[in-house]
């Protein structure tokens, strides 16, 4: 049993619980549905967990019927660093992503200001051997892009092969709120973050109060 305590008062097992909200935190859950979606076996550890991560401020909860409700509180300053530390955990536990190559990429990169992403087959975990790693840079809006599309030529050169966009941070926000279905939903739905997640969740959740929902 995972007793490691961060710095957040919470266990490995109680932070996994936010693993459905990092992959939608538009989105309410019900306590079954966590159970499943964070891969836990035990009711009861998830029932007093959630009380716990309510209790805290990190989740907000609700009432339907009889059926209770747990949502990403908004009201709460931290709510985009529970997240990250959730993104972090998740990633470490992901050793079958060849981080060492994606490494090559970033040490390319001069600026520290960017998000990296992994998306597609490696993100669902559902990549084969051959599978390219599919990467997705979001860089601030007044940075060039050209850096960054040297530095994602690294990935022509390893195998796997990574390939993959770079997009501003403003581009990334108008794919969200737009209503087509396009790339940058994709990664809000299904992705792995290497790199700069607190940047990526601030247009998240940006996109999310101007009417964003997955």
């Known amino acids: 049993m995972d007793r490691a305590i961060h710095k957040n008062g919470l266990t490995k097992k109680e932070m996994l619980l936010l693993k459905p909200f990092v992959k939608e935190p538009w989105k309410d859950f019900t306590t079954s549905e966590i159970k499943v979606l964070a891969g836990k076996k035990s009711h009861h550890f998830v029932f007093e967990a959630l009380k716990k991560l309510v209790s805290m401020g990190i989740l907000a909860e609700t009432r339907k019927g009889n059926i209770n409700f747990y949502r990403i509180n908004f009201s709460t300053a931290q709510h985009i660093s529970y997240l990250v530390q959730a993104e972090s955990i998740i990633k470490e536990e992901r050793s079958d992503i060849p981080y060492n190559i994606l490494s090559r990429i970033i040490e390319k990169i001069k600026s520290p200001f960017f998000t990296l992403i992994i998306c597609g087959s490696y993100a669902e975990k559902k990549q084969k051997p051959k599978s390219d790693i599919d990467v997705a840079i979001i860089i601030p809006n007044s940075e060039p892009k050209k850096q960054y599309e040297i530095a994602l030529r ?59 929902k997955g």
């Open 154 to 212: 690294q990935g022509d050169l390893t195998v796997p092969e990574a390939h993959g966009f770079v997009f501003t941070q403003d581009e990334l926000y108008q794919m969200l709120v737009n209503n087509e279905f396009n790339y940058g939903k994709e990664l809000a739905r299904k992705h792995i973050i290497v790199q700069g997640a607190e940047q990526y969740y601030k247009i998240l959740f940006e996109a999310i109060n101007h009417g964003f």
